[in-house]
């Protein structure tokens, strides 16, 4: 069964606009959750992840234990922001090995 | 420089022929990974190596093998079994398999079977 749900393939956005990148899991425990991102023509890449609490080239994502969400989000798209992203989760202690979402495309109109 | 590298780039076979995909790394990693990227689907787990010399079964390991007998070294087999071969392959490492340890992926094998 699918653990790692992104309800989107495709989401498209003007320069400038706010975007969220949805993801749902469904675990019971204390998941470890990652964000990927694959620019064009460039390797698989971790984005960021819960534990870091960090903000990276502006995108921030919050673990959502009531809701099983961890919703990228950043306040004003850029153009360069266009790529793959994919939500990974991971479960410590059990079977650790990352499970990937079957991935959003994130297209940032001029 | 430091990082993982999977040759080809591309990879033409015909079908019922074995063929295998390279994956080395240089990152002194222990954990070693293959996924299998198909458009819509994401990537789902092949078969995934922890140590040098034992690895275990992913979602989709039929029709595919490997070997570990080298830490830097994780080389897939995709054999005339596998009924959908033509896909792109990513490998991918960790330092080790605790979860909270990122993946670090090669450039991918673009495979086609005809």
């Known amino acids: 069964a699918q653990r790692v749900t992104q309800p989107e393939k495709l989401l498209s956005v003007f320069k400038g606009a706010p975007v969220e990148l949805k993801c749902n899991y469904s675990?019971?425990?204390?998941?470890?959750l990652f964000w990927y991102v694959q620019y064009s023509r460039q390797r698989l890449q971790l984005l960021l992840r819960h534990i870091s609490r960090e903000s990276i080239k502006g995108f921030t994502a919050d673990l959502n234990k009531g809701e099983t969400s961890f919703h990228l989000k950043k306040p004003f798209a850029q153009e360069e922001d266009s790529a793959m992203y994919y939500c990974a989760l991971s479960e410590p202690g059990g079977s650790y090995i990352p499970t990937f979402g079957r991935g959003t495309s994130l297209i940032v109109h001029p | 420089d430091g990082g993982i590298t999977q040759s080809p780039k591309y990879l033409f076979r015909k079908e019922g022929q074995n063929v295998t995909l390279s994956c080395e790394q240089n990152?002194?990693?222990?954990?070693m990974y293959w996924y299998r990227q198909d458009p819509g689907q994401g990537l789902r787990l092949i078969y995934y190596s922890q140590i040098v010399n034992d690895f275990q079964k992913g979602d989709i390991a039929e029709g595919y093998s490997v070997s570990r007998e080298k830490k830097e070294s994780f080389p897939l087999t995709v054999t005339s079994a596998q009924k959908n071969p033509t896909a792109f392959y990513l490998c991918a490492s960790s330092l080790d398999s605790a979860g909270t340890r990122a993946l670090h992926f090669g450039n991918g094998t673009r495979l086609t079977v005809t």
């Open positions: 990152l002194n990693h222990d954990a």
């Open positions: 675990y019971s425990g204390s998941p470890e």
